[in-house]
């Protein structure tokens, strides 16, 4: 299981009504080229521009880590023809984004398992993590043939393989093995396009993330879909599970949103 360098340190959230990390399940590119007749291609290219205004728009807001769905293991399963197109993408996305997110300062980690990726791609990710490993303004995560389900699966394996006696096994220690070791669970993911699913991903991660759903498909997804999200996040009072307290309940008053 090949892990991304360890995280740099960055920022804190601008405010405590910030989630400190946030996924994204990008969907709807498919529909976007459909409804406007042109290929399936088209409609990834341009969620691919649709990245860095997302990204720019949440460090703007003081949110520094953001991780995205580009590339499932289940997706394998669609046409050759899209799945290559898919992968040239990803490639040309590397080589021509990389300096400019260096300049930025952003850390470039992409987790997911490598070994279906071509040696191209994954010299290429090799060398876009080494040139930003050291950036602490914000960490891009990309999620590419990465499932959460085969995340949790070899990483026990793993565990197992270094002589972790799996009865003693805690939470820290199976969190500590997992590709995002090393920084905050995510307090939220957004999906765009309207489904009411997080299809596998960050599973272990995503507990007890707020999730925000939006019908606009993620090519027209830009800095107003994430205010909005954020605003709709900073409304959520966040319990994880215990009994929430009423305004006025004891001498704290009521209890503020929590930021994970």
Not at 97 to 123: H, M, N, T, W, Y
Not at 133 to 145: D, E, K
Not at 186 to 193: E, N, S
Not at 206 to 233: I, K, Q, S
Request: net charge neutral; hydrophobic share 40%; glycine share 10%.
């Amino acid at each position: 299981m090949h892990r991304p360098p360890p995280p740099a340190a960055i920022p804190e959230p601008a405010s405590p009504d910030l989630p400190r990390h946030i996924g994204i399940i990008m969907d709807g590119n498919g529909r976007w080229a459909r409804r406007r007749h042109l290929p399936r291609a088209a409609g990834h290219r341009e969620g691919v521009r649709a990245i860095r205004q997302v990204m720019e728009a949440c460090n703007d807001a003081g949110v520094h880590i953001l991780t995205l769905y580009a590339f499932s293991t289940e997706n394998w399963q669609r046409p050759r023809g899209e799945v290559i197109s898919l992968m040239r993408l990803f490639e040309e996305t590397l080589a021509s984004e990389v300096d400019e997110l260096d300049a930025k300062g952003v850390q470039v980690r992409v987790i997911g398992d490598r070994s279906k990726l071509s040696p191209r791609l994954r010299a290429k990710v090799g060398r876009a993590e080494a040139k930003t490993a050291a950036n602490t303004t914000a960490i891009l995560n990309v999620a590419i043939n990465y499932g959460g389900r085969s995340e949790l699966v070899e990483s026990i394996r793993e565990l197992a393989a270094g002589g972790a006696d799996l009865r003693n096994v805690d939470e820290a220690t199976l969190s500590g093995a997992l590709y995002t070791a090393g920084l905050p669970d995510p307090d939220l993911i957004i999906r765009t396009a309207g489904e009411l699913r997080v299809s596998n991903f960050l599973l272990w991660q995503g507990a007890y993330a707020e999730l925000h759903v939006t019908e606009t498909l993620w090519p027209d997804f830009g800095p107003a879909d994430v205010g909005l999200a954020l605003r709709d996040f900073a409304s959520r009072r966040r319990t994880f599970g215990q009994v929430a307290r009423a305004q006025g309940d004891g001498a704290g008053g009521a209890s503020a949103p929590q930021a994970g």
